[in-house]
């Protein structure tokens, strides 16, 4: 089986966004653990970086507004 290639930018954000992983999960209500999630369909696991995202573009547009 082929390595992962996904790195963080900043390495000491890895933690930082695990967490946010977690946190964005249970939000929307998807059972991610720690480890394998190959037991989740792709439906799922897209909705969690989708959210992801869009809570990371929401702040940092309100970030540049100044708020």
């Known amino acids: 089986m082929a390595k992962s290639k996904n790195r963080a930018e900043v390495p000491e954000a890895r933690d930082a966004m695990d967490r946010f992983k977690m946190e964005v999960a249970s939000e929307i209500g998807v059972p991610l653990k720690n480890g394998y999630n190959g037991d989740l369909s792709s439906y799922q696991n897209g909705s969690v970086g989708g ?17």
């Open 51 to 67: 959210e992801m995202v869009r809570k990371m573009i929401k702040a940092q547009e309100e970030n540049m507004a100044g708020k």
